[in-house]
Nanobody, 118 residues
Framework: QVQLVESGGGLVQAGGSLTLSCAAK???????????MNWYRQAPGKQRELVAS???????NYADSVKDRFTISRNNGKKMVYLRLNSLKPEDAAVYYC?????????WGPGTQVTVSS
């Protein structure tokens, strides 16, 4: 059974940093390494938005609001995706979700909460 499981969220002061992790369980290397993985976030009362994506060749794209502050990376051998959040702002507070298309199906993790105090 395929599952995406996020971890690493928490409470941090503005200006601080966090690293989020996403484990793709129940997948095999060739499937995971060949797909684009994404991080989304959703704040209360707002739509879910795409924060960062990393393709199978490692190229990354970011939302303008997080560019130069967040870094997405992946470890295909461990079937993990990471999101490093630097210089956090109160408006970055949200539930962060890992997402990927695996075995022709769109999978989402349950999310991890990031809270930023001002």
């Amino acid at each position: 059974q395929v599952q995406l499981v996020e971890s690493g969220g928490g409470l941090v002061q503005a200006g601080g940093s966090l690293t989020l992790s996403c484990a793709a369980k129940g997948t095999i290397f060739s499937v995971f390494s060949g797909t684009t993985m994404n991080w989304y976030r959703q704040a209360p009362g707002k739509q879910r938005e795409l924060v960062a994506s990393i393709s199978s060749d490692g190229s990354a794209n970011y939302a303008d609001s997080v560019k130069d502050r967040f870094t997405i990376s992946r470890n295909n051998g461990k079937k993990m995706v990471y999101l490093r959040l630097n210089s956090l702002k109160p408006e970055d507070a949200a539930v962060y979700y890992c997402n990927g298309l695996l075995y022709s199906r769109d999978y989402w993790g349950p999310g991890t909460q990031v809270t930023v105090s001002s």
